[in-house]
């Protein structure tokens, strides 16, 4: 059974930063691109980050270019979104998702569950 978890989130002053942590288990972590998503209230989801498998190139949306970072640790099946210089506009519920780019069946994909961030003073 597959389970990404997120962690990390909470309440936190404009201007400050969080890291957010998804754990993947009952996957081979390493075949897969880890993505960031986030929902605000009232808006659809959107990709705020990806990191591919075999050298971790990555995208950010422009809304979070410059201010946040994704990277993975593989050996820990763990993908981080490290979020500097948070503004309201970050406020959201933010989830892990994971889709096989090797392997069988490609495109094979999960979602975790999500964790909160309130970005407020």
């Known amino acids: 059974q597959v389970h990404l978890v997120e962690s990390g989130g909470g309440l936190v002053q404009p201007g400050g930063s969080l890291r957010l942590s998804c754990v993947a288990s009952g996957i081979t972590f390493s075949n897969f691109a880890m993505t960031w998503y986030r929902q605000a209230p009232g808006k659809e989801r959107e990709s705020v980050a990806t990191?591919?498998?075999?050298?971790?190139?990555?995208n950010y949306a422009s809304s979070v270019k410059g201010r946040f970072t994704i990277s993975r640790e593989d050996a820990k099946n763990t993908v981080y979104l490290q979020m500097n210089s948070l503004n309201v506009e970050d406020t959201a519920v933010y989830l892990c998702?994971?889709?096989?780019?090797?392997?069988?069946?490609?495109?094979?994909?999960?979602w975790g569950q999500g964790t909160r961030v309130t970005v407020a003073s």
């Open positions: 998702y994971a889709e096989r780019k090797r392997g069988w069946p490609i495109g094979e994909a999960y």
């Open positions: 990191i591919m498998i075999v050298g971790g190139s990555t």
